[in-house]
């Protein structure tokens, strides 16, 4: 997650709107439902955040249009969904939708991940999105407004700087809501899974098949509740607590950052000492990063600080096959420290660890903060920031003062449904022991109120993702679920090594 009820009432038409239907989806206008995916190979340049070298041979991309408002579909107000498609490599019988989280993460490239699932592909259409409001899909912006909050330390606790972190989270917040105009307030799972169910209808299938990692989680999660009939075989990998709000889920991270910081990472980096010099301990390995990160605070690298390098290290965290990515640029940061000339390799080191497009921002942030409760103050937002950093959640822990956008977010949300699985097919949540971004006493709350679910658990292990990311075990478990139906009991397995640097 990089960054996972009953309705009020709603038109006459939108409580018939796909439930139920046909692949005609009856409710919604000829105009949506009438189209014809152009399918055609993607060129590069049609995919966002695709992963350097990536093989895009036999790639498909499609665009179609989905109504701007699915309150009102008959307004002719529309928007544009980007989708890519890897063909089965057999007869097509299913087809298998994929999320890669965020909110607000482009996923037309995803498909590329499952080539090698050769189970799995035999019969389904591997089917990439770019949801609304990022990618290739039609944009949100917030204009480059979010960078402010990433900006100012918060374990600075100087009364001023606070005040000041508060004051560019609230400069988010209204920037983001200018920029969004109509449309931000229309950026939200609500409207995102209606687009899924319109894609459902013109891929011609009764039902579709689910992989969603993260972000991912909650929007599988949320369809599968709107739309249990149309629920084929649904994986949640790297699971939100979809049952509560974004708020609650949030602020579960920095106890997982922390602990995927000083439980795994440090004592991996402290094995290599004789390669990285940076401690035979982790705990050693900890206190050389402190170092380094004070002298960061008083010398930044052309404004590349302490809060760039806690975003880097925290997006390093998220797989096991990125530590020695980490440990080298904790090194090079180091290094930077104590010569000046080489800063500008670490600068660029950090930099490049740490981007963000300004349209998953803000699909990002409108989703968050226009979906759900949002509660606290500036003052319990400072002392919450506090207290985690007095119980040494020093990674992430103060960062949820900067991460306060919602907090200013001038806008009722709208509320979020009641997630009890009462009436869903089961659905397979797929989680590691110390992942760090949604932590596994979340994931396991949401399995204990979502009627029905099963739960896999990877134990040894903290990679954010796991299937079709090289456990053969969960590969197994999960192509067996996805492909033969086989709904499995909740259960452990080990995890994978950790890499050799």
Known sequence: MKRTLAFGMLPVIVGGLLAGATPASAGVPAHYTDQKLAWHPCAEEELISLPPGTDIGGLDCATYRTPRDWDRPHERQELTIAVSRLKATGASTASLLTNPGGPGGAGRWQPTMFRGQEKLREHQDIIGIDVRGTGKSTNVTCRGAVDVIRQLDPRDR??????????????????????????????????????????????GREKINWVGYSGGTWLGAHYAQQFPQRTGRFVLDSSTEFTTDWQRTFDHQPVGFERRWRQDFLPWMARYDAKYHFGTSGEEVRRTYERVRYALSRDPMDGNGPMELDTAIIYLLYKKATFPALADLLVKVRNAMENPRAKAEAKAAVEAAGDFSDAQDATF????????????????????????????LLLAGGGVLNASVCLFWDKEPRPLPKLDGKGVPPVLIVHSEHDPATTIEGARRAHAKFANSRMLTVTGEGDHGLYADGNPKVDEIVNAYLVDGVVPADQSVPGMPLPVP
Request: charged share 25%; glycine share 10%; net charge positive.
């Open 158 to 203: 100087d009364p001023r700087n606070l005040d000041q972190i508060l004051a560019n989270a609230e400069y988010a917040a209204k920037s983001c809501r200018h920029a969004g105009g109509e449309f931000g307030p229309l950026i939200t799972t609500y409207q995102t899974i209606r687009d899924f169910d319109l894609l459902r209808a013109l891929l």
């Open 365 to 392: 942030w409108n989703t968050v903060c226009g979906e759900g409760k949002f509660t606290g103050t500036r003052a319990s937002r400072i002392r919450e920031a506090q207290r985690n950093l007095d119980r040494g």
